[in-house]
């Protein structure tokens, strides 16, 4: 595991819930899973580079039996994966902008039980 990971402001949690990401400016969407959640983002593997600092919108299945949470967020860094010379995949960090006090409470809860139980 990442030896920074407990600089964060934020502890995050290995927990893979479902997402859909869509740059404001663009009309497409990309479905994929998070690599680990915590209560101020995500980090997500994405096909496609969206580019560094662009704003995104959110939908985030926590698998809870809830509705998804809906934000606003922007990817804050993007690391290319090594791969073979077909295909490309980027480690992408994405910060909340605004996200509703009580979906930022079930995120927690979700990074908290799964700490525990580490």
Known sequence: MWKGISKR???RANYPCKI????KDQAESIS????NIGVGGICVILSNDLGIFAPVEINLDLLDGQPAINCDGAIVWIVKRKQDSSSS???TGIEFTTIARDDADRINDVVEK???EV
């Open 32 to 35: 994929t899973h998070t690599e």
């Open 20 to 23: 859909t990401i869509k740059r």
């Open 9 to 11: 402001k934020f502890p």
């Open 114 to 116: 799964t700490l525990k």
């Open 89 to 91: 995949a980027y480690d």
